[in-house]
């Protein structure tokens, strides 16, 4: 598998295409001479915390809970504490969200 590939293995791999010899065909690149990973923007593959994290969060969406004062404690209920091992807090969840939505 393409490391490309590992972040998400359903991709469908790039064509080599023979770029047009005439203008306005849209493209402002070589095809197949650049990296485009427009389905996503982190740089490496999700680590199993993140899958985890990620998994209980739609888990508590399904449920209903949306609020950040509802997700908290559904987090640490599971014991899926943050990165350090700390239980969740309202403040360091918000700042683990926005850093991490970007």
Not at 27 to 36: A, D, V, W
Request: net charge neutral.
């Amino acid at each position: 598998m393409k490391a490309d590939q590992e972040f998400n293995p359903a991709r469908v791999a790039q064509q080599s295409t023979i770029p047009s010899v005439g203008g306005g065909n849209g493209c402002i690149h070589s095809p197949g001479g650049y990296r485009n990973l427009v389905w996503q923007s982190r740089s490496c593959a999700p680590t199993p915390w993140t899958l985890a994290f990620i998994a209980r969060l739609e888990t508590l969406f399904e449920q209903g809970i949306e609020t950040l004062p509802a997700l908290v404690p559904g987090l640490n209920s599971t014991a899926l504490y943050d990165q350090q091992g700390q239980p969740w807090q309202e403040a360091t969840l918000r700042a683990f969200l926005q850093e991490n939505g970007k």
